[in-house]
């Protein structure tokens, strides 16, 4: 990336699970600097190689994402039902190949059974308390559903909750909210 090149920044990505289900949910503002070039992107995905629902939701170059959308579901197709797995080895080549190494972006995926954050640094990480967070608003966001956990709300309750709070304090935030359910209720 160019030195002068002011970069995209931000967005929030969360995912909480609880109650036999899995909410994920980002907001839709992306912004060039200090301008917001959309205000309606869509950031949370659902891929369904082999016929099994993953929803995966992205912070970071959209490019970037959608090529790691489309390795992981090539992952999954290898190792169909096997999401940790397929994580572990999407991780590994980011890591490692010359041309993944320099994509940028964050992954929040889960198939209603294991919720996983991947990185390029190599990370497929199992978020503590069944809340994971990602982007520049994420910190705010996993704040809030944290806080929210413990309440008789539902895991897209608790999602959509705390994107409200992370878009009224993170500007490359705003409440044009997308979400995807997968999971058993009740």
């Keep these: 990336m160019a030195e002068n090149f002011p970069g995209w920044r931000g967005t929030t990505i969360i995912g909480v699970a609880k109650g ?7 907001d839709g503002q992306v912004s060039l600097g200090q301008t917001v070039i959309k205000g309606t992107a869509r950031k949370v995905r659902r891929l369904s190689p082999g016929g099994r629902d993953v929803v995966a939701g992205f912070a970071g170059s959209t490019a970037d994402a ?7 579901e090539k992952k999954l197709e290898a190792a169909p039902g096997q999401l940790r797995r397929a994580s572990v080895e999407l991780a590994k080549d980011w890591r490692t190949d010359k041309y993944l190494r320099n994509l940028e972006a964050m992954l929040i995926v889960t198939d209603g059974d294991d919720l996983l954050v991947i990185t390029g640094a190599g990370d497929v990480l199992e978020p503590e308390g069944g809340v994971a967070a990602i982007g520049s608003g994420g910190s705010f966001a996993l704040a809030a559903a944290r806080a929210l956990y413990d309440s008789d709300m539902d ?28 999971g058993d209720a009740g």
């Design 20 to 26: 036999g289900r899995v909410c994920v949910a980002g």
């Design 66 to 72: 959608f090529t790691l959308f489309e390795r992981l």
């Design 155 to 182: 895991a897209e309750a608790i999602a959509r909750k705390a994107m409200k709070i992370a878009a009224e304090i993170c500007v490359y935030t705003n409440e044009n909210i997308s979400v995807e359910l997968i």
